[in-house]
């Protein structure tokens, strides 16, 4: 991660896991955002200098109930709205990210761990 060090401007956390992320908001640029859609049961560790000093934002969001996902699923199929991923193996796994440093994808990946 170090290598990584502000080098985003966004970051997306949809586990629920209780972490510190000090360790992720390292990885933002200079006013970079970090949005939280997991719901970890115990108070996350957030650490005000980097917010601070770094001008950084960290935001939450709700994903929706099951009824309302089931609306958005119904609406989608009703107009044939459809997403697009690429489905990429879990060896492929360092690829897929090389490619996406180099902005050479049109669809998001799917990692497909059953597989």
């Known amino acids: 991660m170090e290598s990584r060090h502000r080098t985003l401007d966004f970051r997306l956390a949809s586990v629920s896991a209780n ?6 908001l390292e990885l933002l640029k200079i ?25 950084r934002t960290v935001k939450g969001s709700m994903i929706g109930s099951i009824k309302e996902t089931q609306e958005m699923i119904d609406i989608c199929g ?16 360092n690829e897929a990210y090389e490619r996406i440093e180099k902005n050479d994808i049109k ?5 497909d761990v059953a597989g």
Do not use: W
């Open 31 to 55: 006013k970079g955002t970090f949005l939280i859609v997991g719901a970890p049961d115990k108070p996350m560790d957030l650490p005000s200098f980097s917010l601070i000093f770094d001008k």
């Open 107 to 111: 669809y998001r990946f799917v990692i």
């Open 19 to 24: 972490d510190s992320l000090g360790p992720y």
């Open 78 to 93: 009703k107009y044939n709205i459809m997403c697009e991923i690429e489905i990429v193996a879990p060896n492929k796994i």
